[in-house]
């Protein structure tokens, strides 16, 4: 069965590095999406892409996040200057449209910022 | 704005029932889901219901849902160890692009 990849599955990074983690959508599907997941919180919704822009993000998402697709096939989350609260476990995430009801996501990354 | 709420932690005996419940805000929300989340595993799709469905079934799974009280409910029949992990209640609007995920409920299953 296709499935979304994540790679790599643990970052470990100094505070006020860059990091950029990258995912494999499954290969059809239109919408990507990255989540995150504080230890012990919610998950959160970052951001959703679509047609190579970005169709909506939340508060969370300001100027220190990026996400590109460079080669039509990686979607990539890119933190400019990483916090220490910036540790959470990401999730990608992908659907094959606006009207499928079904949201498929790759296994995580953890990201520990010290 | 829009929330999901549901209770941290479960315990049931092997063969017992399991069920989690969930409250959303959002009277908008289309689709409600429920996602199974195992250690160091991404997240399942393990079902969904439609908002204009009061019930689903799916082998030992059955989701209700109460539209008007915000309300939904997951029942796991013949619960088994293995069903133990951490069951997310998520909402989706139609067009809309953004899951609204509960905090997850952590489900202990004893022998």
């Known amino acids: 069965e296709p499935e979304v990849t994540q790679t790599p599955s643990h970052q470990v990074t100094q505070m006020g590095q860059e990091v950029i983690l990258r995912c494999v959508p499954i290969s059809n599907h239109l919408y990507f999406y990255w989540y995150r997941q504080i230890l012990g919180q919610k998950v959160e919704f970052l951001v959703s892409?679509?047609?190579?822009?970005?169709?909506?993000k939340s508060e969370i998402f300001d100027d220190q996040f990026s996400v590109e697709r460079p080669d039509g096939s990686n979607f990539t989350l890119k933190i400019r200057s990483t916090k220490l609260e910036d540790s959470a476990m990401y999730f990608c995430a992908s659907d094959p449209g606006t009207r499928s009801e079904k949201l498929f996501f790759g296994s995580g990354t953890q990201l520990s910022v010290l | 704005g829009e929330d999901v709420e549901q209770s941290l932690f479960l315990s049931v005996r092997e063969g017992d029932s399991s069920v989690i419940n969930c409250t959303y805000t959002d009277s908008s929300s289309t689709y409600l889901y429920w996602y199974k989340q195992e250690p160091g595993a991404g997240l399942q799709l393990l079902t969904y219901i439609f908002s204009n469905m009061d019930m689903k079934q799916d082998q030992r799974l059955t989701v209700l849902l109460n539209k008007k009280d915000k309300h939904l409910s997951l029942r796991i029949a013949d619960t088994q160890t293995g069903d133990s992990a951490i069951y997310f209640c998520?909402?989706?609007?139609?067009?809309?692009?953004?899951?609204?995920f509960g905090a997850g409920t952590r489900l202990f299953v004893k022998a």
């Open positions: 998520a909402a989706r609007g139609t067009g809309g692009f953004k899951t609204i």
């Open positions: 892409f679509y047609n190579n822009e970005i169709s909506e």
